[in-house]
């Protein structure tokens, strides 16, 4: 039972481009909702975050909507760089009962960016 | 801040053999760390919740007997792989939060390889 997908397996953008990633959940019970970037045999970084109670949030060239409705979320990245190229997870977190705290992950998105 | 810290970074062990991997947070109090395992071109997998000072929730499917968690302090948590087998290889990265957070940080990973 996937409740979290990122059904893009991958992305190729051109530099200075802008990167759209997409994230779906199920569970309604997820109230905290993060994006992380990784590499190979690295730990995921943690690039943003956004609550339930709020449909977007800006960091820098990073932002994030949350569409609760939808149960979806996405991740921008305007202007996108070469550096950008990783591997993205978004992650939700559940709002309580004896799932609190835990991190669900997506199967994460290879962003390459290309000069 | 919000630095999380691993240790060793990989580690090369021969089956039947006992490996610990440390995990600290270096600059903030970690009330909760948690364990993951993630397979090659997979998703990060949750193994076990720690909480200082009590005992670590387990995932389904994962032998706490095998996968030993010990966090006796707010920025020190521990797994030990016992009797380690290679099927046990894989990449093993823990998290932390504090109290105050939501958002889990990460440490840079261990590979371990069970030869």
């Known amino acids: 039972d996937q409740q979290v997908k990122q059904n893009s397996p991958s992305l190729s953008v051109q530099e200075g481009r802008i990167s759209i990633l997409n994230c779906d959940y199920t569970?309604?019970?997820?109230?905290?909702f993060l994006w992380y970037k990784k590499y190979p045999a690295e730990g995921p970084t943690f690039l943003i975050s956004?609550?339930?109670?709020?449909d977007k949030n800006e960091d820098g060239r990073f932002t994030v909507f949350l569409n609760k409705s939808a149960k979806h979320l996405s991740l921008h990245i305007v202007p996108s760089q070469p550096g950008d190229s990783a591997v993205y997870f978004c992650?939700?977190?559940?709002?309580?009962?004896?799932?609190?705290?835990?991190?669900?992950f997506g199967q994460g998105t290879i962003l390459t960016v290309h000069p | 801040g919000a630095v999380v810290s691993q240790h060793p970074s990989w580690v090369i062990c021969k089956s039947g053999t006992s490996v610990k991997i440390e995990c600290r947070s270096l600059?903030?109090?970690?009330?909760?760390m948690f364990w993951y395992r993630q397979f090659p071109k997979q998703s990060l997998m949750l193994m076990a919740t720690?909480?200082?000072?009590?005992?670590?929730?387990?995932e389904q499917g994962v032998e706490k007997d095998k996968f030993l968690i010990n966090h006796a302090s707010l920025t020190l948590s521990t797994l030990t792989v016992t009797s380690a087998h290679p099927e046990d290889s894989s990449f093993y990265i823990c998290?932390?939060?504090?109290?105050?957070?939501?958002?889990?940080?990460f440490g840079p990973g261990t590979r371990l390889l069970v030869l």
């Open positions: 569970n309604s019970m997820f109230d905290y």
């Open positions: 600059d903030f109090q970690a009330t909760t």
């Open positions: 720690s909480n200082e000072g009590s005992k670590a929730t387990y």
């Open positions: 992650a939700a977190k559940n709002a309580g009962g004896t799932s609190y705290g835990k991190l669900t």
């Open positions: 956004i609550s339930s109670i709020k």
């Open positions: 998290s932390a939060r504090d109290r105050y957070q939501e958002t889990q940080y």
